[in-house]
Nanobody, 121 residues
C-alpha cells in the first residue's frame, strides 16, 4: 500500500553532521503525520522527532537543538538534519508515516527499511 524509502545514513565523526531523507509513495488518501525514529542494538525503537501536516514539530529531549525535522517542497518527503552528532546517536534510523488509505477512520502506520547512522568517537 505505502512504501517509505530512507537515504543519507553513513559514518561520521563525533561533532559531524548528516542529513537523512525519506520519500513516501503509494495509496495515501490523507497523511496524518510523519516522523523519524531510531533503534540501537538491544534497545527499543525510540522517538527522534515528528512533524504534522501543519508543520508542528516534536523532538525527544536529547535531540532538541541538534536535530531538525522538516518536510520537503514535494509532498510526502521528509528530512532530518542532524548536527553535533554524538556516539550515542549511533542507530538505525527509520522513517514513519501515519496515513489514512481511504475515507474510513482507520489510521495505518508504515515504516521504511531504515538507514544506518554510525558516529565514531
Amino acid at each position: 500500500q505505502v512504501q517509505l524509502v530512507e537515504s543519507g545514513g553513513g559514518l561520521v565523526q563525533a561533532g559531524g553532521s548528516l542529513r537523512l531523507s525519506c520519500a513516501a509513495s503509494g495509496s495515501i488518501f490523507r497523511l496524518s503525520a510523519m516522523g523519524w525514529y531510531r533503534q540501537a542494538p538491544g534497545k527499543q525503537r525510540e522517538l527522534v522527532a515528528t512533524i504534522t501536516t501543519d508543520n508542528s514539530t516534536n523532538y525527544a529531549d536529547s535531540m532538541k537543538g541538534r536535530f531538525t525535522i522538516s518536510r520537503g517542497s514535494a509532498k510526502n518527503t521528509l528530512y532530518l538534519q542532524m548536527n553535533t552528532l554524538k556516539p550515542e546517536d549511533t542507530a538505525v534510523y527509520y522513517c514513519n508515516a501515519r496515513v489514512y488509505t481511504s475515507s474510513l477512520p482507520y489510521l495505518f502506520s508504515y515504516w521504511g527499511q531504515g538507514t544506518q547512522v554510525t558516529v565514531s568517537s
